[in-house]
């Protein structure tokens, strides 16, 4: 009888997005030891020797890449594993620090004709030139960390006081209507989904915290809109060099009477989150992929480069 392929899980982190990280960590091992793998865990910290060191010490075959947020999405972790010359799940080194800026992301999918919403990178200290309404968002992090809206009469300054660390933020406008997101398989997408939040916005809240937001799938618009959605998904998945598993979040605009409604894309994530309330897995059950096959999937299509 064969060994079963060794996976370490590397999770956890010490980004903004550490908790949803170990969710991810724990469900997606779980998972992949029922799929029949061996596997370890491992908290990956900033030490990136400490780090290399218990990675080479569990002797994967192969590593799933659970951690969000920056180090483990942006190309760093990617870099480490690059290095000690081991497959990985999800996107490599240049498509996961493309997809984690969101200015240089932007910047691909408008040489692309892929439409996205007007905005502008501002220094902190100047004035935004988009007006009110408009979201304020960093332009490294993931899973909407510090994103928020901006009203007409809101007397908030997000350019001197915005709730996250940094010297440079992304103003966009704000494009009302719904929110979609379409996951990505490979070179196919899964379908779209709507998600729905009292909250009025698809925060870091409303993502996490239970009943935080409703999931309708597949997404209750026109055929032609929902194959449109898909396929602007796979777009900006190839045009970044996604691998793998990624999800797109877009905007679709239904609002205005006797107007064609209006889609844009606002990111691709490309470490989308694996917890008990996550999208990816509930958009690949409703195609027939159950979470133990999905991650099989991952596992068996990981490689090592950039």
């Not at 009888?1 to 990280?21: F, I, N």
Request: net charge negative; with cysteine.
């Amino acid at each position: 009888m064969s060994q079963a392929k060794r996976v370490t899980v590397l999770m956890g982190g010490a980004s903004a997005e550490r908790d949803v990280s170990l969710r991810s960590g724990q469900a997606a091992a779980k998972a992949l030891e029922k799929a029949g793998y061996a596997v370890t865990l491992v908290d990956a910290g900033r030490n990136v020797l400490e780090l290399a060191r218990a990675i080479e010490e569990t002797r994967p075959d192969v590593v799933f890449n659970a951690l969000h947020g920056r180090f483990g999405e942006d190309g760093c972790v990617q870099g480490v594993l690059n290095l000690l010359g081991i497959p990985y799940t999800h996107s490599g080194l240049l498509a996961s620090a493309a997809a984690m800026d969101k200015a240089f992301a932007r910047s691909m999918f408008e040489s692309a004709g892929i439409p996205v919403a007007k905005g502008v990178v501002v220094r902190k200290g100047d004035s935004s030139p988009l007006p009110r309404p408009h979201v304020v968002k960093p332009l490294n992090e993931g899973s909407s960390v510090g994103v928020y809206i901006l009203q007409a009469g809101d007397n908030r300054d997000p350019l001197a006081d915005w709730p996250f660390e940094a010297d440079v933020v992304l103003v966009e406008e704000f494009v009302p209507g719904r929110e979609l997101t379409v996951a990505v398989m490979g070179d196919k997408a899964l379908g779209a989904l709507e998600i729905t939040s009292d909250r009025g916005f698809y925060d870091y809240e409303a993502k996490y915290a239970p009943g935080g937001s409703r999931h309708i799938m597949p997404a209750p618009i026109p055929a032609a809109d929902y194959a449109e959605a898909c396929r602007l998904a796979v777009e900006a998945h190839r045009v970044l060099g996604c691998r793998g598993v990624s999800r797109t979040d877009l905007r679709y605009d239904d609002t205005v009477p006797g107007r064609p409604p209006r889609m844009i894309v606002l990111e691709v994530n490309t470490q989308p989150g694996m917890t008990a309330t996550s999208l990816v897995p509930e958009i690949a059950a409703h195609a027939g992929i159950d979470f133990p096959a999905l991650v099989r999937w991952m596992v068996e299509e990981a490689r090592c480069d950039a």
